[in-house]
């Protein structure tokens, strides 16, 4: 990830209508669950800032809660951003310093650093659990969990945070490939109990896991 500095986002009490009152023409597609939007386009928000980050920060600091971002959660730009042309801008997401997995919102800018389009994920408010599984015991637990493995190459591990159902967990992200099964897989391991959340073969393309979400 390129560096960047955190952002904590100034979090406003309007949600969803906020959004709605002052783009009441665009195109605003609410979660499931409601009270959090997950795409907008179809507005135009100029004259926020001299770059796309700028820019595209002063944006979140008003609407970030409309997007289901928390008091809880900071914003890392994984760019900084180039002016003078449309481009689109992600911020990962943090809870107490560790990513939340698979949660970032997209800003879209125009070339002279209006935003038009904001995507986020699917997001729920509360966050559930503490970490209590070492990474050892993560790695093994995903591992065991892959049927007739063989062929595994040294694992990856990562622990954060990632949706799941109507809560955030805290996770380990386990990466490793192999021969049986053959893939690249992630899995998901949750951090609390130990079970395996999700598994992903990175190598399928257009695989989607399988697991609750």
Known sequence: MIPALLFAAALGSGGVASFKA????ASALESKAGGRLVHASGFTAPDLGDTPESAARSFLS???ACFGVTARE???ARTHGQS?????????RRI???????GDVVVGLDAGNAVTLVNSADVPAQVTGRAKISRRG???AARAALPGLEGASASRAERGWRAFGDSIRPVWRID???ARPPGDWRSYVDAESGSLLMRV???ASGNRGWGRR
Do not use: C, H, M, T
């Open 22 to 25: 002052d783009f009441p023409k």
């Open 62 to 64: 008003r609407y970030a």
């Open 74 to 76: 900071e914003l890392v």
């Open 84 to 92: 003078g042309r449309p481009q689109a801008l992600p911020f990962e």
């Open 96 to 102: 107490d310093g560790l990513p939340l997995f698979d």
């Open 138 to 140: 993560a790695i093994r």
């Open 176 to 178: 490793f490939s192999a």
């Open 201 to 203: 073969d990175l190598r």
